[in-house]
């Protein structure tokens, strides 16, 4: 609460209240809602891996400190714990059986870089918050990115357990490689705004199964991350060549500026992709905005698309609304909160769920009953 107290009084010092009102008057945004949040600090993240990055995000905006250094932070935690528990459970590596990550971060002042297909590092959003803050790189690609890693003092480190090598080996063996489709990918957006009223974001990505020569949309600024300073910020989940082909966070942000709630910003990018490939209906993109008052945005293709929120009275997942919905196909996933009791092997009607230490589920066998689902004490599966 004094942290909330400090707040008011910088607001009663009249400086964030008349840099925040002139800059709504300037702009005219129809939406916005002066009572939404007052100004108090806010994390969002994609999927609920998002809950502990955010809590470590929002501690630093309680503490006072900076949306960029908020994000960054977060991320870290998302990084450690998501390479951690998804070695041990699912493995993570490419079709060369390599762990190649990929981060980007934007602050408030629009400054921002990228590395993709970083390898041997375990927290590729610090070294894109380093190459932002040592212009002018913005997207260092592979061994380019690990060369600036080791200039600027990060340590190598082998991702690539024994426990992973061996799920390599599995997933090699098994007839289930032969498909594109089955990936996982732990992938988070974070878009943060402090207590002065400045906005930051970052998300940072692994992908399993990724063939060597691809990268998604997150590194990619405009598409995968965006932040307008004045205006808000938008992040992304999903397939990454559709959002490319809208400039995704890019347009969220210009439609918030033109008087579109973050809601129906997020809701006319996802029309756009769909607009732009009205054949392919089994696709999953879901965009997250924060506007600058506090006001938040949530939309995706289809079903099941949740985000983590925290403010200071709140640590929470919320599901996020969807526009189309076609009811194709959401296979399920488990993840790492998997505590390995088989319950779920027990009830899937085509064994679709491998057995054995390493838990995953086959997205050509699952006919998305559920079932699993339903047993899980841990909720540790869901659709994807
Ligand atoms: S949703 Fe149904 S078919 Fe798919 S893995 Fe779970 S139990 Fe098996
Ligand atoms: S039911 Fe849940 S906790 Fe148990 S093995 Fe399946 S995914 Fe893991």
């Known amino acids: 609460m004094s942290n909330r107290r400090e707040f008011l009084k910088i607001t009663a010092s009249g400086a964030l209240f008349l840099s925040v009102r002139n800059l709504f008057s300037a702009t005219s945004l129809k939406g916005f809602n002066g009572n939404q949040n007052k100004g108090l600090p806010i994390v969002i993240s994609t999927w609920k891996y998002g809950l502990s990055p955010n809590l470590k995000a929002?501690?630093?905006?309680?503490?006072?400190?900076?949306?960029?250094?908020?994000?960054?932070?977060?991320?870290?935690?998302?990084e450690n714990e998501l390479l951690e528990k998804d070695l041990n459970y699912n493995g993570i590596f490419d079709y060369d059986g390599h762990i190649k990550l990929d981060a980007c971060i934007m602050n408030d002042k629009g400054i921002y870089a990228s590395v993709a297909s970083i390898e041997h590092i375990r927290n590729p959003v610090s070294v894109a918050r380093r190459a932002m803050n040592k212009r002018p790189y913005i997207l260092l690609v592979g061994d380019d990115a690990l060369k600036f890693a080791n200039e600027n003092g990060f340590k190598e480190e082998n991702l690539l357990t024994p426990k992973s090598k061996e799920a390599?080996?599995?997933?090699?063996?098994?007839?289930?490689?032969?498909?594109?489709?089955?990936?996982?990918?732990?992938?988070?957006?974070?878009?943060?705004?402090?207590?002065?009223?400045?906005?930051?974001?970052?998300?940072?990505?692994?992908?399993?199964?990724?063939?060597?020569?691809?990268?998604?949309?997150?590194?990619?600024?405009?598409?995968?991350?965006?932040?307008?300073?004045?205006?808000?910020?938008?992040?992304?989940?999903?397939?990454?060549?559709?959002?490319?082909?809208?400039?995704?966070?890019?347009?969220?942000?210009?439609?918030?500026?033109h008087a579109k709630s973050p809601e129906d910003a997020c809701k006319e990018?996802?029309?756009?992709?769909?607009?732009?490939?009205?054949?392919?209906?089994?696709?999953?993109?879901?965009?997250?905005a924060l506007r600058k008052d506090g006001e938040i945005g949530a939309c995706s293709v289809q079903k099941g698309f949740r985000y983590s929120y925290w403010d200071e009275n709140e640590n929470s997942i919320k599901d996020a609304k969807y526009t189309v919905g076609f009811g194709v196909k959401e296979y399920y996933v488990i993840n790492y909160d998997c505590i390995a009791c088989g319950a779920c092997l027990k009830e899937c009607p085509v064994k679709a769920i491998s057995q054995g230490e390493i838990y995953i589920i086959d997205p050509n066998?699952?006919?998305?009953?559920?079932?699993?689902?339903?047993?899980?004490?841990?909720?540790?599966?869901h659709p994807n």
């Open 58 to 78: 929002g501690n630093i905006l309680l503490n006072k400190g900076s949306a960029i250094d908020a994000v960054e932070a977060g991320l870290v935690v998302a």
């Open 168 to 257: 390599w080996k599995i997933f090699k063996e098994s007839s289930s490689q032969k498909s594109h489709n089955n990936k996982i990918e732990r992938l988070i957006g974070m878009l943060a705004l402090d207590s002065f009223g400045n906005l930051s974001g970052a998300s940072t990505s692994f992908e399993s199964l990724k063939t060597t020569d691809r990268v998604g949309v997150f590194p990619i600024i405009g598409s995968g991350l965006y932040i307008d300073n004045e205006i808000g910020g938008a992040c992304v989940t999903g397939i990454g060549e559709s959002v490319i082909d809208i400039s995704g966070c890019r347009t969220i942000v210009e439609l918030m500026k």
């Open 269 to 288: 990018a996802i029309e756009r992709i769909l607009s732009k490939q009205p054949n392919n209906k089994d696709i999953q993109v879901g965009f997250l």
């Open 365 to 381: 066998l699952c006919t998305c009953c559920g079932a699993c689902a339903d047993v899980c004490p841990v909720e540790a599966i």
